[in-house]
């Protein structure tokens, strides 16, 4: 489903965004792993909207 979804937005995402949304799903997986440890108590799920901002960021070039 997820790969379906991406061959659909490939033609609408530059590399700037793909980019920065490659970076903030790193850092949430980050933060799991350090909840997962007992390290923090990072609310991951609260965060999952910020993957959705380099795409506005996108649409009104300014990545």
Known sequence: MITIGSSFLSGLLSD???TYMTAVGS???LALGLNMLGVSKIKVAN????MFIPVFFGIFNII
């Open 47 to 50: 965060l999952i909207p910020s």
């Open 27 to 29: 850092l949430l997986i």
């Open 16 to 18: 700037g965004v793909v």
